[in-house]
């Protein structure tokens, strides 16, 4: 085998990023869509539940009936949008999507209360499951601390008790945002790693110009490795720009060692440009490489924990996701910057993101100089 | 009888570049026209103009009776064209490409038939009617090309650089399709850089930086130069041009072909000395003879007496 | 206009996109996909959450606590630490999401009629996990609470709150997503599909012929909608079908309203599939200028799976120009809410507005190039 030669290598790497940088709309799409991105899903990837839209109906209208309403909107998980006498109003404001809880107070609420019975609706929009669960949980808690309270000071129920106190580590304000910003940033990444090197070879041979490369004296290690540096570097700059957004912007605090995170990410870019490569092999043109990689891309997200917990996923498709390079490196990302952690508890992530991006690069360059002669 | 294109000043910018600044012709029905110039003297804008796909940024064009400007869907139905890239679907075969146009120009039932038949024979693809035109060699994905411009008989016939990259021979039966068309009637508007195609045309258009610098029959062309052509034959035509091109009777001096064209002021001073020069620069003198000019010594004087050197 | 044009053009588009083994892949197989993958894989539903206990009290009353948190079926106790240092390092390696810390007062504390105090440390890095947890841990210690003081004794709470979840009355987010997913579904063919299908012309110069020939703009763009169209009504009538035969999602409404509703949508987002494509002229940028204008919004700001009424006030002025947003509305109200025209007719207006915009902008951005 012959090694590399440096000059050749630069001459392609040139080429590479003038192609790359020579026009604004593809710089555009370098540089301006992952921050656009990011922007996007930093403010739309958002699971919390505050000021929940909600529709009262007080048929009581007495002291007590305002002060449970009271109890519910002291908490700033509720807010009271709309307020009627008449059940068919709560009907059309959930038909509506106006409203995504319904109170229902009933008549004599003061009166049972006081002889202690009485009980009060809770109407959910359940088409929408997700803030439904939680909002529900929220409105438990708030009835049932209210009864307590009244049962005590009825002297029905005995002091004493215990008190939950819970204190959410890492993210004590319980802000999905938080969460959600640095796995936006793994996602990105892998998106422009995919997309600019798997367009990088096909555009060639759509173009023709790849015949022209085969021809000459560069050997095929040295055409991979000229599509994929710059790809690298883009990758890099991209990661640090949207991770600094996600800092200064965002309020994402990074607890742990920056540097770990850059091993990580050299890791992860690289099993990109393996996956992109791999992708150019099996595409003859961009069209084909880019649903290619969409159709990768899709799962690969779906699959990563990204919004959806791992844990909650049936054992099959738990397994799958150890497969997912985008999985691993989520994990690494939200732990290097909300829990501080390091290599000491991440190492199994980072051979596993080092044994995927091997695997794949192996693979990619044993079809590779196939791919060129067909 | 209407002419069958009608060009009055027609210019078009592209930002502060004049791609065709002021040109006006007249192209006669059943005419073969030829249009010739360098790359990107303004030839491809000039037909792109002429078949509606790009609006003249001035002037008028008049095509099959119809204004280009005002009727473009009427003069769409009565033009062929064919572009310089082969543009028809790779991915459909050769069948579905000829349908696929009699769709767009209302050519179908019997009459798409036997058109269809008519290109298959035509373009020698008859026992490759259902591959994929992608795999198609290009002599026969050119001849496709212009079996899918002619499919609705159009009275015009647009063909922009239509031979480039093919070889001599397909170059030669292309020929002999386009005047077949001329001799039924249609009008044939070729654009080519080939000088030999040029002499197949019945009248010539030249074309340099954007300007119309001549236009005529190809014998009255080469009549247009007067000036005397010496060829000369010698051992290095590049020091031979050098030393005879700042020599007050030499014109122009050019390489050409295995020889050296030369444009004199007076044939027998020239004759008496252009040897002498040679001699006194080492250069031996083979042969030194008058010869009529060709079309490009045509194109090149021309392009001498505007006072400029052409691009491409 | 020309039938005969229209048709060749939409003839031609079939027979390429038959030859294209991805498309076709990606325009029957990844709604399939997607389904799976959102109807068995994934889920909000949070069951058995890991959990670790640090019992300093060692008493039959914080067994009895510890108990009722591993019976509840929402939590499974997978370690007992031994001193509180050992909490840190279970949550930071996301061994466990709750780590409940009983003290060693606590049975004292209890009996005594002082109250007790027990802590319960939160994972709250998954925000969204972590507050499903904290409201279930809340539930179980004042359920145990409640019991422990009354001794034996039959405590009835004043007031309780009875939920009733309509449309989705076992709170399964399969039956939130399915119809969500649909108009994602949509949108991917929307733009994936159509933003190469005008760039690929122009890039391999057939643009150019079908330019010279008669054929206008308005049977382009329609000779292109039609396949995209068909394909589109196709995925929607599979989706349905695995949704409602395979998951179970429940269909209140009427068909044949879905249907001119989905028609709409398909209309407008496949319009601004076409005028990207033709306006960028490169496979490369529309294809990324699809995804932005049309993919990311249909699947984050359409309501789909995050609320938008949660979203900074930016996002949600935003969602009202993204098409997916009515068309979710849609989805959701006629499958789940089984809601009629009465209550969807903002929406199926704003569809239309967007249908004939959509139409405007894609035979619009040929006027320079066609008739």
Known sequence: MTLPSPMRIREMVRKEFRQLFRDPRTRAVIFVAPVIQLLMFGYAVNTDIRSTATFLIDHDRTLESRELVDAFRATGYFEVVKRSERPLDLVRALDHGDALVGIEIPKGFARDLAAGGTSIQLILDGAESNSATVAQGYAQRIVQRFALERARQRGALPSGGIELRTRAWYNPNLESRVYNVPAVVGVIIMLMCLLLTSLAVVREREFGTLDQLVVSPLTHQELMLSKTLPVAVVGVIDLTAIALIAVFWFDIPIRGFPPTLFLAALLYILSGLAVGLLISTISRTQQEAFMSMFLFLQPAIILSGFFYPIESMPTVFRWVTLLNPVRHFLEIIRAVFLKGEGLATLWPQYVALAVIAVAVLRLAVARFPKSIAA | MPDAVSVRSLTRTFGDFVAVDRVSFDVAEGEIFGFLGPNGAGKTTTIKMLTGLLRPTDGQAIVAGHDVAREVAVVKRNLGYMSQQFSLYADLTVEENIRLFGGLYGVTGARLTARRDWILEMAGLSHHRTRVTGELSLGWKQRLALGCAVLHEPPILFLDEPTSGVDPVSRRNFWDLIYEFAEAGTTVFVSTHYMEEAEYCHRLALMNRARLIALDRPDRLREAVQEPLLELRTDNRARAVEALREHPVVLEAAMFGQAVHLLVRDRDRAMDEVPRVLRSAGLACEALEMIPPSLEDVFVALVRREGGAPVG | ?371
């Open chain 3, 1 to 371: 206009m020309s039938l005969t044009r229209l048709l060749a053009i939409s003839r031609k588009e079939l027979l390429q996109l038959r030859r294209d083994a991805r498309s076709l892949y990606l325009a029957f197989i990844l709604p399939l996909v997607l389904l799976v993958l959102f109807g068995y894989a994934i889920s909000f539903d949070i069951r058995s959450i890991r959990m670790a206990v640090l019992d300093q009290s060692r008493t039959p009353e914080s067994r009895e606590l510890i108990e009722s948190f591993a019976g509840s079926g929402y939590f499974s106790v997978v370690e007992h630490l031994e001193t509180p240092a050992e909490a840190d390092r279970a949550l930071g390696s996301s061994a466990v999401r709750l780590v409940l810390i009983v003290p060693p007062t606590f049975a004292a504390d209890l009996a005594s009629g002082r109250g007790a105090v027990v802590q319960a440390l939160l994972d709250g890095a998954d925000a969204n996990s972590a507050t499903i947890a904290q409201n279930y841990a809340e539930a179980i210690v004042s359920g145990y609470s409640t019991r422990a003081v009354a001794r034996g004794r039959r405590v009835t709470l004043p007031v309780t709150a009875e939920s009733r979840v309509w449309y989705n009355e076992t709170l399964e987010s399969r039956n939130m997503i399915v119809p969500g997913l649909i108009a994602v579904i949509m949108s991917i063919i929307a733009a994936m599909l159509t933003a190469l299908t005008i760039a690929r012309e122009w890039e391999r110069g057939t643009m150019e012929q079908l330019a010279a020939t008669p054929v206008h703009r308005l049977e382009i763009v329609i000779g292109k909608l039609v396949p995209y169209v068909a394909i589109g009504l196709f995925d929607v009538a599979l989706a349905l079908l695995v949704g409602v035969v395979l998951f179970g999602v429940p269909f209140r409404g009427n068909l044949l309203l879905l249907g001119l509703l989905s028609l709409l949508f398909l209309i407008g987002s496949l319009g601004l599939g076409i005028f990207i494509s033709a306006a960028v002229k490169s496979q490369v940028l529309a294809t990324q200028v699809a995804m932005l204008a049309t993919f990311l919004p249909a699947l984050l700001l359409s309501g789909f799976i995050f609320t938008l009424a949660t979203m900074p006030i930016v996002l949600q002025g935003l969602s009202y120009v993204v098409s997916a947003r009515y068309y979710v509305a849609v989805t959701k109200g006629i499958l789940l809410k089984g809601v009629g025209a009465s209550v969807l007719w903002e929406d199926a207006l704003a569809m239309v507005v967007f249908a004939v915009a959509g139409l405007a902008m894609a035979i619009g951005v040929f006027r320079k190039e066609l008739a």
